[in-house]
């Protein structure tokens, strides 16, 4: 059944692939339609039925300069990936659904809600970042991020030390599709990272639940396709 079309507004900034938009269409009644203009222009153009803008990673930084307030998690990572919007409180604020995304696609592959071993980030820039909060809420044993200058301080931030790992259970690595979490008895691919990333920010976004059925599918129909 055909949903009706919604007056509410969810925004995407340039950097964002077509898997990445059909899962958020696929997710949620609301519009989601492409930022026209700079983010700046879009933040204070924005009216009440815009739920918010899903921001690409590689843009996170940038984007946490426009937002007036960020979360916790946002600041300690130093990236955020999702701005939205209160009716009763002026401003944008930032958010940084991934590390959840993260944390949900790992969980649903192990079969389990945390995972011990070391973990070694060959990842760098914000997805190594949000890895490193990620791999902290699951409580991993020790984690190597030196491939990343910038781990060091956001390690600092959330409170943990890392480690030189001589061998790893668990590996995390980037390419143009997202992040690959790697190890014996489980592979988290980007596809699936990426489906649960969209899936908390349209909680994020609309405060319901998304349409997660709906969304596997196009997450299945990705994976065929290779």
């Keep these: 059944m055909a949903r009706e079309e919604s007056a509410e507004l969810i925004l995407f900034a340039g950097g964002l692939g077509a898997y990445d938009i059909d899962l958020l269409r696929a997710g949620s009644s609301a ?3 492409p930022l026209s203009g700079s983010l700046n222009e879009a933040i204070g153009a924005h009216t009440p039925n815009t739920l918010g803008i899903v921001i690409a990673p590689e843009d996170g930084v940038a984007a946490m300069k426009a937002c007036h307030l960020s979360d916790g998690l946002a600041r300690a990572v130093g990236s955020v990936d999702s701005i939205g919007f209160s009716r009763n409180l002026p401003g944008a604020y930032g958010f940084l659904a991934l590390v959840g995304g993260i944390v949900e ?4 592959a192990a079969g389990r809600r945390y995972i011990s071993g070391n973990a070694h980030i060959e990842a760098a820039g914000p997805l190594a970042w949000s890895a490193l909060a990620a791999l902290t809420q699951l409580r991993v044993t020790g984690i190597d991020a030196g491939g990343d200058p910038f781990s060091g301080a956001v390690a600092h931030r ?3 030390e890392l480690e030189r790992t001589h061998v790893a259970d668990l590996v995390v690595s ?3 599709r997202g992040l690959t979490l790697t190890c014996d008895s489980f592979v988290v691919e980007p596809a699936q990272v990426a489906l649960h990333t969209a899936a908390a920010q349209l909680r994020l976004f609309t405060s319901r639940e998304p349409d997660v059925a ?3 599918r196009v997450f299945h129909r990705h994976a065929r396709r290779g």
């Design 31 to 33: 519009r989601i339609e």
């Design 105 to 108: 696609a790992v969980r649903e």
């Design 158 to 160: 959330l409170g943990i």
């Design 174 to 176: 980037n390419d143009e």
């Design 214 to 216: 709906e969304m596997r």
